[in-house]
């Protein structure tokens, strides 16, 4: 590296049009505000991509992602740290399971969307943080206080509140709120990085996609043709519409308190919750009023606790 014409003047001068350094926690609300942004608006975009199947847009999904991954994984990480995650049965065995999980949900959250069951997957993910809570006393032998025990309890009141009111069980919230909770306990304690993780599990759906599509496109039946050449790229960026929100949580992640993270999850669920009611026309019923409410305050109730502990500790 070349000197500076003041390095040898014996005056700490910097010079004048040097930009100043951007504050990390500035830069990690902005990274954690996109992903939690495109996460929230992700139904409008998966709306578009109609007439295309759950299926054939999952597929997408998964190829262009990993593509996408690749690209990242090389320019971001060392290539040696798929072969060093792949190195065991036992580690091969626990990305079969977490690219079961997170197909599952994937696959479950297209179909709702698309099924006009927006304000399901808003309440899927509201209760997913107090489904954490519950896995991490069962699995990790974590311990509740009284306040958080409370929250537990309003959100459990809340979805049976639902289901006698409905007269049927909200699965779609639940499965999604279950299958993202497990998928991201074992990512924990596995140790698993985020971005090498997403590539295996992309590559190991890969095949299956890769023949699904090969065989709809054989019979005619797939909508990714020269004829609709909109449709074609939007099912393209689903593989950044996928990759890029999640590196972005995971770059506010590395800037941000737990404690802020926390709070601004709720961004998405907020917004599917409104682009369900308002832009698509789903029943928000009385019901599902007292539900929300009953979750919001278990929500509140949590995410105070979590913040003046946090605090405290520091």
């Known amino acids: 590296m070349s000197e500076s014409p003041l390095a040898n003047t014996g005056s700490p001068r910097v010079a004048r049009n040097a930009r100043a350094p951007v504050d990390p926690a500035v830069s990690g609300v902005l990274y954690a505000l996109g992903a939690f942004l495109v996460w929230g608006v992700a139904p409008i975009f998966f709306k578009a991509l109609q007439p295309a199947t759950p299926v054939e847009i999952l597929s997408h999904r998964v190829l262009w992602s990993l593509l996408l991954m690749i690209v990242l994984v090389l320019v971001m990480r060392d290539p040696r740290d798929v072969l060093t995650a792949l190195s065991s049965f036992r580690r091969v065995g626990i990305f079969a399971l977490t690219t079961c999980l997170v197909t599952t949900n994937w696959l479950l959250f297209i179909w709702a969307v698309n099924s006009d069951h927006i304000v399901q997957t808003s309440l899927g993910y509201y209760i997913n943080p107090l489904v954490n809570v519950v896995l991490g006393v069962l699995f990790l032998g974590e311990r509740l206080n009284a306040k958080q025990m409370l929250s537990v309890a309003l959100a459990a009141v809340g979805v049976t509140s639902l289901v006698v009111s409905l007269g049927e069980l909200p699965w779609v919230s639940l499965t999604l709120a279950t299958t993202f909770g497990f998928y991201a306990l074992i990512r924990k304690k596995a140790a698993i990085d985020p971005l090498v993780g997403l590539l295996i599990e992309t590559a190991?759906?890969?095949?299956?996609?890769?023949?699904?599509?090969?065989?709809?496109?054989?019979?005619?039946?797939g909508v990714f043709t020269l004829d609709n050449p909109g449709l074609a790229a939007l099912l393209a960026v689903s593989g950044v519409v996928t990759a890029l929100p999640l590196i972005f949580f995971n770059f506010g992640a590395q800037r941000l308190k737990l404690s802020t993270m926390g709070l601004m999850q709720y961004i998405s669920p907020t917004l599917q919750l409104a682009i369900g009611v308002l832009l698509f026309g789903e029943d928000f019923t009385p019901a599902h009023a007292i539900a929300f409410g009953l979750i919001w305050l278990a929500l509140a109730i949590y995410s105070t606790d979590a913040f003046l502990m946090h605090r405290a500790r520091r």
């Open 204 to 221: 190991m759906l890969t095949p299956f996609a890769a023949i699904y599509l090969i065989w709809i496109g054989a019979a005619g039946t």
